[in-house]
């Protein structure tokens, strides 16, 4: 309501220039909405949302609704043995995944949700590597050469890094001592 009483009071007070501000305000919210299309689950807003890490809700807007094209893209690029973390509650092989292993350590074709990848300080190794894929908006897809494979899993062993619990759904980082 404070949002529509500001452009009500802009509109009628300042002019030619606050018109022009409120309506270019007004098409980048409706244009920002209309972007996402299918994807209005993931919507969150355009200075809340990154490509890269998920807003700072402990709801996130991550719940597994990407799997199905997780599975599309999988199967357009004929990869039929990889690694998945995705949070959810939906049962991949229900939706007609199989060949999947838990994510634990770097293997050739990874794929895993933003919620778990940056709630879940066990997949710190996977942030500052570059994702083939976007899957949706909450799935990262990895592809890794034996070369990649034999660098992280060293990196992770000079950290050593505690296995996680590989449940469905990660530890939270709360930011509480």
């Given at each position: 309501m404070l949002g529509a009483l500001s452009i009500v009071w802009l509109w009628t007070k300042y002019g030619i220039y606050s018109k022009v501000i409120v309506a270019s305000l007004?098409?980048?919210?409706?244009?920002?909405?209309?972007?996402?299309?299918?994807?209005?689950?993931?919507?969150?807003?355009?200075?809340g949302s990154s490509p890269t890490e998920p807003p700072a809700?402990?709801?996130?807007?991550?719940?597994?609704?990407?799997?199905?094209?997780?599975?599309?893209?999988?199967?357009?690029?004929?990869?039929?043995?990889?690694?998945?973390?995705?949070?959810?509650?939906?049962?991949?092989?229900?939706?007609?995944?199989?060949?999947?292993?838990?994510?634990?350590?770097?293997?050739?074709?990874?794929?895993?949700?933003?919620?778990?990848?940056y709630s879940n300080d066990f997949y710190a190794w996977l942030r500052d590597e570059t994702p083939t894929a976007r899957i949706g908006n909450t799935i990262l897809l990895y592809h890794f050469s034996e070369a990649d494979i034999a660098r992280l899993r060293a990196e992770i062993h000079g950290r050593r890094v505690a296995p996680a619990n590989n449940t469905t759904t990660p530890r939270l980082r709360l930011g509480i001592n």
């Open positions: 007004m098409l980048w919210m409706f244009l920002s909405s209309i972007s996402y299309g299918h994807d209005s689950l993931a919507y969150f807003n355009e200075l809700l402990l709801g996130s807007i991550d719940w597994g609704q990407d799997l199905d094209k997780l599975e599309d893209t999988l199967r357009a690029r004929r990869i039929t043995s990889y690694s998945m973390r995705y949070f959810g509650i939906a049962d991949p092989a229900k939706h007609g995944m199989s060949g999947f292993t838990g994510l634990s350590q770097p293997v050739e074709w990874a794929a895993i949700s933003k919620f778990n990848l």
